[in-house]
């Protein structure tokens, strides 16, 4: 199913879509790894640990969207980047829906009865020692919202139409430890979306709207 402008992007769609996946998972797994291949050998005898995203869809209709946090400069992984909210997950959470959910609660403040998990990604492996479990979720649309400055600086929405468009998809490189990185990003106005949340995005547009 390819992505136009006549295609259907609402919540309703997004849940038969997920529903209907049936794709077989890459056996090397999803992360920035496809892209940079040796940096399997970085993860290689690393004890790499469990995390979860809330990959939350705000139901608006035809013109859904996604929520998106701008994370603080004081953050000791991914500091200042664009990020789904999530984070670690603790022994008593249970599950990745719970953990993800439960980072929502306290970044955003983004209360669970207003969030349905409809499925999940595969699990995107992160250079920084995380193996992410991408919860999709569909949000009411008069969700409430309290940002924790401690974690995260700003909280944005992006049209879903805008991040399932290939067009907006951009590979983009730099030097880092010495070595040239290629990654997924994602400009939308004055931000710029791309590492990790760039590569789950494109991953969600591969597996269920490519």
Do not use: C
Not at 16 to 38: C, F, I, K, S, W
């Amino acid at each position: 199913m390819s992505v136009n402008a006549k295609d259907d992007f609402s919540a309703a769609t997004f849940r038969m879509r997920v529903a209907m996946e049936t794709g077989e998972v890459d056996p090397m797994g999803y992360g920035d790894h496809l892209l940079n291949p040796d940096i399997i050998s970085r993860l290689a005898g690393k004890t790499l640990r469990e995390a979860a995203v809330l990959v939350p869809l705000v139901d608006y209709g035809e013109d859904p969207k996604i929520i998106l946090t701008q994370r603080t400069e004081t953050m000791r992984t991914h500091s200042g980047q664009v990020a789904f909210p999530g984070g670690a997950i603790d022994p008593e959470d249970g599950s990745p829906e719970v953990a993800a959910m439960r980072e929502a609660e306290e970044e955003i403040g983004l209360p669970r009865t207003f969030v349905e998990p409809v499925g999940r990604l595969p699990q995107y492996f992160a250079p920084t020692g995380f193996r992410i479990t991408p919860v999709l979720a569909v949000v009411r649309k008069d969700y409430p919202m309290t940002i924790n400055r401690h974690e995260v600086e700003d909280a944005f929405e992006v049209p879903f139409s805008f991040l399932m468009d290939p067009l907006n998809h951009k590979r983009e490189s730099r030097i880092w430890e010495g070595k040239e990185r290629h990654f997924y990003t994602m400009p939308y106005g004055e931000r710029y979306i791309w590492g990790v949340t760039a590569g789950i995005i494109r991953t969600l547009y591969e597996r269920l709207y490519a």
